[in-house]
């Protein structure tokens, strides 16, 4: 909203867009006044549907006047209702689960090998997270926008979440075969800014080497986990190798 021609008032100002950095900074210095929204995404109040998922031609005024909303339409729309209704019930149970399992599982799965290292000291590091749902979830390639949270000692904190665009578009532009589109995966981990680590369930070849040279360190080894789960065993995993005792690392130019 903040470009010359969205026509907005920031925009015919030239006021720019709070970088995510600062709006953590920001969220963070009110965090202790009032409950912090960090969840919210940008909507629009001229369309149906969401940024980048405009559902506007599934109701033209000639498909809403042929809705037959006293008959048999109604009924099925109240059984569709439902349907919508038991899918998000169930969306908010698995949500339940994955932070009751969060609350109550160590920093690192048993068994995982990792010496267990003290956690004073230790500085927080900013992980963003392919997910939904609470889990580890989506492909690297696959991403409309990412999961930021913060690892401490204290635990794994949600701190805000960053758009970005897909650019895989298939099997053979998911960056496994060097045909990754430059421009896009650029833009991507540009918007990654002070993350250590990105969290997916998959990821190709020629953008895992990107984000290594970008001081990103990509992680697929914790597909479908519980995404606090997944968050605090990186976390784990950093110090264990010291990462953690060092300054946080300067970014490199993508």
């Not at 920093?107 to 997270?129: C, I």
């Not at 970008?214 to 789960?229: Q, S, T, Y």
Request: proline content about 6%.
């Amino acid at each position: 909203i903040a470009e010359a021609e969205h026509g907005t008032y920031y925009g015919l100002m030239e006021q720019a867009s709070p970088a995510p950095a600062q709006l953590q900074e920001l969220q963070d210095a009110c965090a202790g006044d009032m409950a912090m929204m960090r969840h919210c995404r940008q909507c629009r109040a001229d369309a149906v549907g969401l940024l980048g998922e405009d559902r506007g031609s599934e109701f033209t005024m000639d498909k809403v006047d042929a809705l037959d909303l006293a008959g048999i339409a109604y009924e099925a729309a109240m059984l569709r209702r439902k349907e919508v209704h038991d899918e998000i019930i169930e969306q908010l149970e698995q949500k339940r689960a994955a932070r009751q399992a969060s609350q109550t599982a160590p920093p690192a799965p048993a068994g995982d090998g990792l010496p267990k290292v003290p956690t004073e000291n230790l500085r927080s590091v900013l992980m963003a997270v392919a997910g939904s749902n609470g889990v580890v979830g989506e492909h690297f390639g696959h991403a409309r926008e990412f999961l930021i949270y913060e690892a401490s000692p204290a635990g794994a904190r949600f701190v805000g979440h960053r758009k970005t665009e897909p650019y895989c578009d298939g099997l053979e532009s998911c960056g496994d075969d060097g045909l990754t589109p430059e421009s896009v995966l650029d833009r991507t981990i540009a918007t990654l800014a002070g993350c250590e680590a990105v969290l997916c369930s998959k990821i190709g070849f020629e953008p895992w080497s990107q984000l290594e040279a970008a001081g990103i360190m990509p992680n697929g080894e914790h597909a479908l986990e519980p995404i606090d789960v997944a968050v605090l065993a990186v976390y784990q995993e950093m110090a264990a190798s010291g990462r953690l005792a060092q300054p946080a690392p300067s970014r490199k130019a993508a």
